[in-house]
T-cell receptor, first 113, second 113 residues
Framework: EAQVTQNPRYLITVTGKKLTVTCSQN?????MSWYRQDPGLGLRQIYY???????DKGDVPEGYKVSRKEKRNFPLILESPSPNQTSLYFC????????????FGQGTRLTVV | GDSVTQMEGPVTLSEEAFLTINCTYT??????LFWYVQYPGEGLQLLLK?????DKGSNKGFEATYRKETTSFHLEKGSVQVSDSAVYFC????????????FGAGTRLFVKA
């Protein structure tokens, strides 16, 4: 089954404790992206990657890091989480950019206290 | 920069009513346009898309036409069902904008039996 898998689904952590949210896709897609969803703001793009070792900032990259060492994986790293990073996070992948639309993961609800 | 504006919700309709959710955009280039749907507790699913002016995207009874002259991509359905209750997001992807994807804030739809 074609899917984008995020882990964990729920996470509560404390300020400053480094964490990683994993994302994996089994569709051999080139393009992957991370978003955060906040009430009234829709989805905002954090980072995206057009292929292995190619990443670029979205609209809200501050406080986040990503890496793309393999085509299927695109982890999101919060080196020093803060309460304003409490949000619902989605990973997405697509076969290319622009015209294809994206497949989304189930989401990771992160709470930073 | 690029942006997407959707009508605010929630929108509450009775079953079999006609649905319109307005979406307008601003973009520097020639974007592709998308509608996504998010059911409770789930990630976003691509509903339909259009990649050039005057294209009509359609799926599951929903339709939207890419109107370049009015920079709009309104979502319509002739007869909604209770199962259509969800949050709907309009989005654009513009190569000129560096392959970023911009989402609207989302419109929540409630359909009553």
């Amino acid at each position: 089954e074609a899917q984008v898998t995020q882990n964990p689904r729920y996470l509560i952590t404390v300020t400053g404790k480094k964490l990683t949210v994993t994302c994996s896709q089994n569709m051999n897609h080139e393009y992957m992206s991370w978003y955060r969803q906040d009430p009234g703001l829709g989805l905002r793009q954090i980072y995206y990657s057009m292929n292995v070792e190619v990443t670029d900032k979205g609209d809200v990259p501050e406080g986040y890091k990503v890496s793309r060492k393999e085509k299927r994986n695109f982890p999101l790293i919060l080196e020093s989480p803060s309460p304003n990073q409490t949000s619902l996070y989605f990973c997405a992948s697509s076969p290319g950019t622009g015209v294809f639309g994206a497949f989304f993961g189930q989401g990771t609800r992160l709470t930073v206290v | 920069g690029d942006s997407v504006t959707q009508m605010e919700g929630p929108v509450t309709l009775s079953e079999e009513a006609f649905l319109t959710i307005n979406c307008t955009y601003t973009a520097t280039g020639y974007p592709s346009l998308f509608w996504y749907v998010q059911y409770p507790g789930e990630g976003l699913q691509l509903l339909l898309k259009a990649t050039k002016a005057d294209d009509k995207g359609s799926n599951k009874g929903f339709e939207a036409t890419y109107r370049k002259e009015t920079t709009s991509f309104h979502l319509e359905k002739g007869s909604v069902q209770v199962s259509d209750s969800a949050v709907y997001f309009c989005a654009l992807s513009d190569r000129t904008g560096g392959f970023k994807t911009i989402f609207g804030a989302g419109t929540r739809l409630f359909v009553k039996a």
